[in-house]
């Protein structure tokens, strides 16, 4: 199984990015997937996931600003993120597992099985 992000990069604040994730050798039907992100200095955090049935999370500081949405038919993933800040700078990485986890569990990073390479996304003038 091989995870790999892609479309990060330099935005303006305010600015839009999307990312992608394309697993191979894993199929994203009734598998949860989570986006997670790592900043100088700081822990990896959950920000948004989305479970096998549907259910999503999104943390409190990308609420209405990012959006997870998945494709089972081009087993991709996306990560839509609008609005951003400075503070979204940070190494970005799609996480997977199969099947359905309870919800407050879904932005644990021990929750997940597979991981992929990051894509860095910074946000700067």
């Known amino acids: 199984v091989q995870l790999q992000a892609f479309g990060g990069g330099l935005v303006q604040p305010g600015g839009s990015l999307t990312l992608s994730c394309a697993p191979s050798g894993f199929t994203l039907h009734n598998s949860r997937i989570g986006w997670f992100r790592q900043a100088p200095g700081k822990e990896r955090e959950g920000v948004s996931c989305i479970n096998s049935d549907g259910g999503t999370y999104s943390a409190d500081s990308v609420k209405g600003r990012f959006t997870i949405s998945r494709d089972n038919a081009k087993n991709t993933v996306y990560l839509q993120m609008n609005s951003l800040k400075p503070e979204d700078t940070a190494v970005y990485y799609c996480?997977?597992?199969?099947?359905?986890?309870?919800?407050?569990?879904?932005?644990?990073?021990?929750?997940?099985?597979?991981w992929g390479q990051g894509t860095l996304v910074t946000v700067s003038s």
């Open positions: 996480a997977a597992a199969k099947g359905r986890i309870i919800s407050s569990r879904l932005s644990s990073a021990r929750s997940y099985d597979y």
